[in-house]
T-cell receptor, first 116, second 116 residues
Framework: KAGVTQTPRYLIKTRGQQVTLSCSPI?????VSWYQQTPGQGLQFLFE???????NKGNFPGRFSGRQFSNSRSEMNVSTLELGDSALYLC???????????????FGEGSRLTVL | GDSVTQMEGPVTLSEEAFLTINCTYT??????LFWYVQYPGEGLQLLLK?????DKGSNKGFEATYRKETTSFHLEKGSVQVSDSAVYFC???????????????FGTGTKLQVIP
């Protein structure tokens, strides 16, 4: 079974630009969650999508957005990039339903964003 | 709301030393508890889990017991190896929103460095 795939793995942007990150979950998984990881703030929850609907949202500004497609693939977008957005962005997939392995997440290797 | 507190790192141990990483939690319901591990340059991966009180999760020589009376899930290993050097995250999964899904809450992570 293929794992969670995130693209691109590394990218460099400048302040004010926008970026789109992609996540392909494990086949059969309908839930995709996004996290931001930085040395200072640790692992912070951005949002979760299930069956194309945002089900849960963290405390991030509106510049951070996401969506999920009918095949469960997800994208997140960050507009008007700031230096503080430099981070490792992790995507995690799960079955997403109460009856199956509750809370067990499968993570991708992340997309490392550097904002100059 | 739910929260997870784990000991600050970094923790530095010599090879073959005994490891304990403390984790306590606050939850409104009956959560499942997890330890995830992140090796350098990788995403998180599930290390072990416990779904009810007094359950013991174990994997790769690591163990943790779900203690409801002390709301704890401490990670232990009898003899660490250099290859265990990584960041360890304690997490819980509880009912979110209207109760229709599981919401995962992570601790801040504890970095373990094992020296030969």
């Amino acid at each position: 079974k293929a794992g969670v795939t995130q693209t691109p793995r590394y990218l460099i942007k400048t302040r004010g630009q926008q970026v789109t990150l992609s996540c392909s979950p494990i086949s059969g998984h309908r839930s995709v969650s996004w996290y931001q990881q930085t040395p200072g703030q640790g692992l912070q929850f951005l949002f979760e999508y299930f069956s194309e609907t945002q089900r849960n949202k963290g405390n991030f500004p509106g510049r951070f957005s996401g969506r999920q497609f009918s095949n469960s693939r997800s994208e997140m977008n960050v507009s008007t990039l700031e230096l503080g957005d430099s981070a490792l962005y992790l995507c995690a997939s799960s079955v997403g339903q109460l009856s199956s392995s509750p809370g067990e997440l499968f993570f991708g290797e992340g997309s490392r964003l550097t904002v100059l | 709301g739910d929260s997870v507190t784990q000991m600050e790192g970094p923790v530095t141990l010599s090879e073959e030393a005994f490891l304990t990483i403390n984790c306590t939690y606050t939850a409104t319901g009956y959560p499942s508890l997890f330890w995830y591990v992140q090796y350098p340059g990788e995403g998180l991966q599930l290390l072990l889990k416990a779904t009810k009180a007094d359950d013991k999760g174990s994997n790769k020589g690591f163990e943790a017991t779900y203690r409801k009376e002390t709301t704890s899930f401490h990670l232990e290993k009898g003899s660490v190896q250099v290859s265990d050097s990584a960041v360890y995250f304690c997490a819980l999964s509880d009912l979110g929103g209207s109760g229709g899904y599981q919401k995962v809450t992570f601790g801040t992570g504890t970095k373990l460095q094992v020296i030969p």
